[in-house]
């Protein structure tokens, strides 16, 4: 399983965004309240603003790579702003390329398919997963 390394997830997003709307929306309802009514509008243009910024992240939070080697198959399922992508290999045909992508990323391709992973992973370690994967993938002892 490669993931994303994100320290809040969308659910705890969702209280953040709440507990600021509720500051923000308080302190502009207590400015209408004394006659300075554009703080209220300029307060729902930000608060518009951020809940965007947020819902941004919050659907990519939960991205991963998962790779499923077992004996017959090499099973690869790419999750990305909640499109699910499963891609399957015969582990005897598939080539992994490292060079083969400009960003970096371990390709592995066989059978027609293509696909890219390692996305959140340094370029070290994507050296090291290339490596495990073609030791599993020639009957090594490598766990992916």
């Known amino acids: 399983m490669l993931r994303r390394n994100c ?5 705890q997003l969702g209280y953040i965004y709440a ?7 308080g302190v502009a ?14 307060s729902v243009l930000e608060l518009s603003a951020v809940g965007a910024a947020f819902l ?5 939070a939960t991205d991963a790579d998962y790779l499923i ?8 399922e790419v999750v990305q702003g909640g499109v699910r992508k499963k891609f ?6 598939t080539r992994i390329d490292t060079t083969g992508s400009q960003r970096g990323l371990v390709v592995l391709e066989g059978g027609g398919a293509k696909v890219e992973v390692g996305r959140f ?3 070290w370690k994507r050296r ?17």
């Open 29 to 42: 309802l207590l400015c209408t309240w004394q006659g300075a009514w554009l703080v209220l509008v300029f």
């Open 7 to 11: 320290s809040v997830t969308p659910r």
């Open 19 to 25: 507990a600021l709307c509720c500051a923000s929306l």
């Open 88 to 93: 399957k290999f015969d582990p005897r045909e």
């Open 128 to 144: 090291e997963l290339a490596q495990q994967l073609r030791l599993a993938l020639t009957g090594g002892s490598a766990v992916v």
């Open 69 to 76: 080697l077992t004996p017959g198959s090499l099973v690869v």
């Open 56 to 60: 941004i992240y919050a659907r990519h």
């Open 121 to 123: 992973l340094t370029q």
